[in-house]
């Protein structure tokens, strides 16, 4: 899609202020309503996860529950929310290649979920996808080692048919992975000081205060979109930033908006990682696109900027709200580091010739009625075909490489975006629509985005571990509607 494209569907779908019988406020309330200025509270960033204790010679576990909790978004309302070991959102977990991790995770909700590790290389029984629920009152134990290379990755809820009202209610996190060449990069390292997490979200109220998530049919086909942006779960924090780079791990935690991130005055970024990792060198824009489930991290130069100068980030979402998400305030502190690197990380491409086969996967979306169909709407699926836990798609060997043709195929009065994500493998992007990747896609992936009638091609290696894990469309309400299918990895004969 062309920039200016973007910008239409954003002017076109800014006026979301009702839905139906659903009151929702009107922006103006919250950003320039009495006792809630813009820019007065400091953004709040996630904890790390300590280790818990741990009798005998094991490493001790992660300890984290999911439970219901109360947030106040603005004076005067309160919201009931969904948090790990909080009121909204979880703690950030962070960790180092190769290293051994045991966690212990209780399910305190009145319903099943699951704690799916978002672009984590893992053995499929601690994938945390729809085969690994945690019961109302009971507590699962995963371990795993840590086998890929540093990436900010995230963790949510997966559970069939509930993965987008949990999400939206605040179930996720970060989940960052460290390495050696991580740790010698000259960029900002410091968590919480000059490595800040940004976790975007957008979300509607009822004029109660109460999350507005209501799947109706235009909801379940356009997603679940709000007029209010949360980072990390508040609405238009600042942030004071030295003189010099800040790194932020941007995430679109959203659960089907498309966000379009740019600064203001002209500012540009450098990208400098995307989903799986560091990128082999830095990609500077002036305006970075994001579909939900994605993440990149990027470097901002404040070292021109002069003590008490004001940078706003501005977020995009397409079809709907423009918004001004948050502001950096420069302090007279000088950064620790000054200068963006050229060179990151030698990437670990991998070469079409090592594909051993090609599969075909049509993200379709069909308007009309009919059996199948939402009444007046559409029927989501992968290649004609709904979700079914009974069934497993697709068969792929130990130790193969693949390529996957992705394509959207919408009908003509059904023109939707959608996007793919791939449990346990990283993958390559090879084209898109036959022209080579975007620097910014050049590295390793595990969601990638399509807009109506596109075609990608990805490679991946289906490695170490054996078992049944999804692939699906990250919008969340396509996912809860059956745009998901299985596909299990198995030894060679």
Wanted: aromatic share 10%; net charge negative.
């Amino acid at each position: 899609m062309q920039r200016r494209d973007f910008i239409k569907s954003v002017v076109a779908g800014a006026t979301l202020v009702s839905m139906g019988r659903y009151n929702v406020f009107s922006p103006a309330t919250v950003y320039a309503g009495e006792g809630n200025k813009p820019y007065q509270s400091r953004l709040p960033v996630p904890p790390i996860l300590e280790q818990g204790t741990s009798a005998g010679s094991k490493k001790s576990p992660y300890v984290f529950t999911a439970d219901y909790g109360e947030q106040s978004f603005w004076p005067g309302t309160s919201t009931e929310t969904l948090g790990y070991n909080g009121n909204y959102l979880g703690p950030t977990i962070r960790v180092t290649d190769k290293e051994k991790v045991r966690f212990k995770i209780h399910n305190k909700l009145k319903e099943v979920t699951t704690v799916h590790w978002h672009g984590l290389h893992v053995p499929a029984k601690w994938d945390g996808g729809p085969h690994q629920t945690i019961q109302p009152g009971e507590t699962w134990y995963p371990e795993f080692q840590i086998k890929q290379q540093a990436a900010t990755l995230w963790y949510h809820p997966h559970a069939m048919g509930l993965t987008g009202e949990h999400v939206y209610r605040g179930l996720a996190g970060l989940f960052i992975i460290e390495d050696e060449i991580s740790s010698n990069l000259p960029i900002p390292k410091d968590y919480g000081l000059d490595d800040i997490p940004l976790v975007l979200q957008d979300r509607r109220f009822f004029d109660t205060g109460e999350f507005a998530y209501v799947r109706s049919m235009h909801d379940v086909m356009h997603g679940v979109r709000g007029n209010y942006l949360l980072v990390n779960g508040m609405i238009q924090p600042f942030l004071e930033v030295s003189r010099g780079l800040t790194r932020f791990r941007v995430l679109n935690g959203s659960n089907s908006s498309i966000y379009r991130l740019r600064l203001s005055g002209e500012k540009v970024m450098a990208a400098i990682a995307s989903d799986g990792g560091f990128l082999e060198k830095p990609v500077v824009r002036k305006e970075i696109i994001l579909s939900a489930g994605e993440r990149v991290e990027i470097l901002i130069d404040f070292s021109q900027d002069l003590a008490g100068d004001k940078v706003r980030l501005n977020v995009d979402q397409y079809g709907g709200s423009s918004f001004e998400a948050m502001e950096f305030i420069v302090t007279k502190k000088s950064g620790k580091y000054l200068k963006i690197p050229s060179f990151l990380r030698a990437m670990d491409r991998v070469d079409e010739t090592e594909a051993e086969n090609t599969r075909l996967f049509s993200m379709e979306t069909m308007s009309g009625r009919g059996r199948g169909m939402m009444m007046g709407g559409g029927r989501l699926t992968i290649n004609g075909k709904k979700m079914d836990m009974n069934r497993i798609d697709e068969i792929i060997p130990l130790g193969s490489t693949e390529i996957w043709e992705l394509v959207n195929t919408s009908s003509s009065m059904m023109q939707l975006p959608h996007s793919m994500h791939l449990h346990d493998v990283q993958f390559n992007i090879l084209d898109r629509n036959g022209q080579p990747p975007d620097p910014l896609e050049s590295g390793r992936k595990d969601t990638v985005f399509l807009w109506p009638n596109d075609k990608v091609r990805i490679i991946a290696r289906f490695l170490d571990y054996t078992g049944i894990y999804m692939y699906h469309c990250h919008m969340l309400e396509h996912e809860d509607d059956g745009m998901m299918g299985q596909f299990e990895v198995v030894d060679r004969l």
